[in-house]
């Protein structure tokens, strides 16, 4: 049906994609400086830096979407984020303007938000502005900068997704909120392919789970509606009944706005994720 292009196409957002986008029709141009395991018939790899404009302007000639993934998806020194989610970005969405691809999915994160209250009336109502809780939810928050800039100027239809938890399965208790699943994900990819909205839009990144707590009404007006549901699981006894408690005043970037998470390291300085 289409070309599209993944950055980031050996890591786990785009591995799950793959296969789906595949069984859709479309043709994949899989970008990333390491090697893309498995490529199979439909499918074209190249190797590069994300800040190589030139190299990713010829691997995005005929793409219908650029899908950007690629990027450091943890805390990490600013210099390494700076290099590679900002300039990484800048320089993806240069060679998407050379190569006239026209649409663009950006991948932001909930830290871009992360010192968000969960209470606040615009997480259940809208979009609310960034208010990141590390270095890497503002390089996030940047991308998300870069995302409306490109737009305005260039005449781009850009979707920014901040995702919350992704995986095949919901994993946790927290993720009974948060959690993204691999077909809601193909499904964001497929509304930036075909919406008629214009311009820049902020979306959330999550699936349609009962107990969530952010809104789904952006994405629905790029054509994004989800359809899987967390709570499901609970209901097929494949995961516990129980939630997340949080306290009072928590923010949606959990554990990794409390001030024990180190700035510039990875983990915050320590082997666990939120």
Not at 61 to 76: I, T
Not at 228 to 243: H, K, L, N, S, Y
Request: no cysteine.
């Amino acid at each position: 049906m289409a070309r599209i292009a993944l950055t980031g196409a050996a890591g786990r957002i785009a591995t799950s994609l793959r296969p789906r986008l595949r069984a859709a029709g479309h043709d994949l141009v899989l970008l990333d400086v390491v090697p893309v395991p498995d490529a199979v018939p439909g499918e074209r790899i190249v190797e590069a830096d994300l800040r190589d404009v030139e190299a990713h302007a010829d691997a995005f000639a005929g793409a219908e979407l650029v899908v950007h993934l690629g990027g450091l998806s943890d805390e990490q020194p600013w210099a390494d984020l700076l290099a590679v989610n900002v300039d990484g970005t800048r320089a993806v969405l240069d060679a998407v303007v050379s190569a006239g691809a026209g649409r663009v999915l950006l991948a932001s994160s909930v830290h871009a938000a992360g010192y968000v209250p969960v209470d606040d009336p615009a997480t259940a109502a809208g979009m609310p502005l960034p208010a990141p809780d590390t270095y890497y939810g503002a390089s996030k928050a940047a991308v998300e900068a870069l995302g409306g800039l490109y737009a305005g100027r260039f005449g781009l239809t850009v979707v920014t997704a901040r995702i919350m938890t992704f995986g095949e399965a919901p994993s946790g208790r927290s993720s009974l909120r948060w959690w993204l699943s691999g077909d809601d994900m193909a499904r964001l990819v497929e509304a930036v392919r075909t919406t008629d909205a214009g311009g820049h839009h902020v979306v959330w990144g999550v699936s349609a789970n009962a107990r969530r707590r952010v809104d789904l009404g952006p994405g629905v007006a790029i054509g994004f509606v989800p359809v899987d549901d967390a709570q499901t699981w609970v209901e097929e006894g494949r995961i516990g009944a129980g939630v997340a408690v949080e306290v009072p005043g928590a923010v949606l970037g959990g554990g990794f706005a409390d001030p024990a998470y180190r700035l510039g390291e990875p983990h915050g300085g320590a082997d666990r994720r939120t």
